[in-house]
């Protein structure tokens, strides 16, 4: 029996396949493959032949070409944006197919030519951009990494994919290669992607940049636009997930004029780590402000904590000293009275 998988990732000479029934495989690598190739294999292992995409993506790009001039390409229900270094934009349609992709910046430009996410299913490509990252060691195992992913999603319309299905895609691949990550899932108003888009910048970068503007950060469009997220987090010492998470105060307004507030939906903020032994998820969905917050709450606490200690340590040794005086009073009325009777 045949079964056919993409490549999602390369080591040595083996590889790791996703298969069309959603599992993964390890097989060997044959000779001239990369990541995103497809290739179908017998229960053996033994590869029968070699699809390649770049022809199959010709070929694709012949039909779709034709058919947009026919007017018959479906349309856009939704953007999804992917922000590391490379930061890419995915155009999807209602069945949650890339209709189409392009690289915002020059590093976004040079994944989408080694892969080819066209025609896949979002969740596809979503793994795949972020396979290939890691491949281009944009993310590194215990690095200042931070993906940062925005969905559009409309008021009164259902978004065109659930945020926490995006990220299941996007921790596939992480946790594959173990790599120390955190994760933003954000749905953001298409008001706001097409201001984005007006300033030849990603929602999410979009976003960044008019949040750390209003705090009165002096960080440039330059910076936020090319930089490492992990980067430009450490080296400005701002919280990424705290600036994001502000998009609930901004406002951008509709082409009809009308005021829409995003997200409209509830994000996802996950941070994974490995630890010696495991690979584990932590929630870092605080409140604005609560990394302050939960510090300031942290220190009160130890020194609550310090000062009933050191409350506790003097009652104790009040006591023990009283104890002590006790018995010294008992031992001493023991030695006068037998001294007593040595006399007598």
Same mark, same amino acid.
């Given at each position: 029996?045949?079964?056919?998988?993409?490549? !999602?990732?390369?080591?040595?000479?083996?590889?790791?396949?996703?298969?069309?029934?959603?599992?993964?495989?390890? +097989?060997?690598?044959?000779?001239?493959?990369?990541?995103?190739?497809?290739?179908?294999?017998?229960?053996?292992?033994?590869?029968?032949?070699?699809?390649?995409?770049?022809?199959? +993506?010709?070929?694709?790009?012949?039909?779709?070409?034709?058919?947009?001039?026919?007017?018959?390409?479906?349309?856009?229900?939704?953007?999804?944006?992917?922000?590391?270094?490379?930061? #890419? *934009?995915?155009?999807? %349609?209602?069945?949650?197919?890339?209709?189409? +992709?392009?690289?915002?910046?020059? *590093?976004? !430009?040079?994944?989408?030519?080694?892969?080819?996410?066209?025609?896949?299913?979002?969740?596809?490509?979503?793994?795949?951009?972020? %396979?290939?990252?890691?491949?281009?060691?944009?993310?590194?195992?215990?690095?200042?990494?931070?993906?940062?992913?925005?969905?559009?999603?409309?008021?009164?319309?259902?978004? !065109?994919?659930?945020?926490?299905?995006?990220?299941?895609?996007?921790?596939?691949?992480? *946790?594959?290669?173990?790599?120390?990550?955190?994760?933003?899932?954000?749905?953001?108003?298409?008001?706001?992607?097409?201001?984005?888009?007006?300033?030849?910048?990603?929602?999410?970068?979009?976003?960044?940049?008019?949040?750390?503007?209003?705090?009165?950060?002096?960080?440039?469009?330059?910076?936020?636009?090319?930089?490492?997220?992990?980067?430009?987090?450490?080296?400005?010492? #701002?919280?990424? !997930?705290?600036?994001?998470?502000?998009?609930?105060? #901004?406002?951008?307004?509709?082409?009809?004029?009308?005021?829409?507030?995003?997200?409209?939906?509830?994000?996802?903020?996950?941070?994974?780590?490995?630890?010696?032994?495991?690979?584990?998820?932590?929630?870092?969905?605080?409140?604005?402000?609560?990394?302050?917050?939960?510090?300031?709450?942290?220190?009160?606490?130890?020194?609550?904590?310090?000062?009933?200690?050191?409350?506790?340590?003097?009652?104790?040794?009040?006591?023990?000293?009283?104890?002590?005086?006790?018995?010294?009073?008992?031992?001493?009325?023991?030695?006068?009275?037998?001294?007593?009777?040595?006399?007598?």
């Amino acid at each position: 029996m045949k079964t056919s998988g993409m490549i !999602v990732k390369i080591t040595g000479n083996s590889c790791i396949l996703l298969t069309s029934e959603g599992e993964y495989k390890k +097989a060997p690598l044959p000779a001239g493959c990369r990541l995103g190739q497809i290739i179908e294999l017998n229960d053996k292992n033994r590869f029968l032949y070699l699809r390649w995409l770049a022809v199959a +993506a010709s070929i694709l790009t012949i039909v779709l070409g034709g058919q947009l001039w026919m007017g018959q390409m479906q349309p856009a229900a939704a953007y999804l944006t992917i922000d590391i270094n490379p930061s #890419v *934009e995915l155009a999807v %349609a209602a069945d949650q197919r890339v209709i189409s +992709a392009r690289g915002l910046n020059s *590093e976004g !430009v040079s994944i989408l030519q080694e892969v080819k996410v066209e025609q896949l299913h979002l969740h596809e490509a979503v793994e795949l951009i972020v %396979a290939q990252a890691i491949n281009d060691q944009f993310l590194v195992g215990n690095g200042e990494n931070i993906i940062l992913v925005t969905l559009t999603t409309d008021l009164n319309k259902e978004p !065109v994919a659930d945020v926490d299905v995006i990220y299941e895609s996007v921790k596939n691949q992480l *946790e594959l290669n173990r790599v120390d990550t955190k994760v933003i899932i954000e749905p953001v108003a298409s008001s706001i992607r097409q201001e984005a888009e007006k300033n030849g910048i990603s929602t999410g970068r979009y976003i960044l940049l008019q949040n750390t503007n209003k705090k009165g950060m002096d960080i440039s469009a330059n910076e936020i636009n090319s930089l490492n997220l992990g980067k430009l987090e450490k080296e400005n010492k #701002v919280s990424i !997930v705290e600036l994001i998470k502000e998009n609930n105060s #901004v406002e951008a307004a509709d082409n009809k004029g009308n005021k829409e507030k995003g997200p409209i939906n509830k994000g996802v903020y996950k941070k994974l780590q490995k630890s010696k032994d495991a690979y584990g998820e932590e929630n870092i969905d605080y409140p604005l402000g609560g990394i302050k917050k939960a510090n300031n709450n942290y220190e009160k606490t130890h020194i609550k904590n310090d000062i009933n200690n050191k409350q506790n340590n003097k009652k104790n040794n009040k006591e023990n000293n009283k104890e002590n005086s006790k018995e010294k009073s008992k031992e001493n009325k023991k030695v006068k009275s037998s001294k007593k009777d040595n006399d007598k």
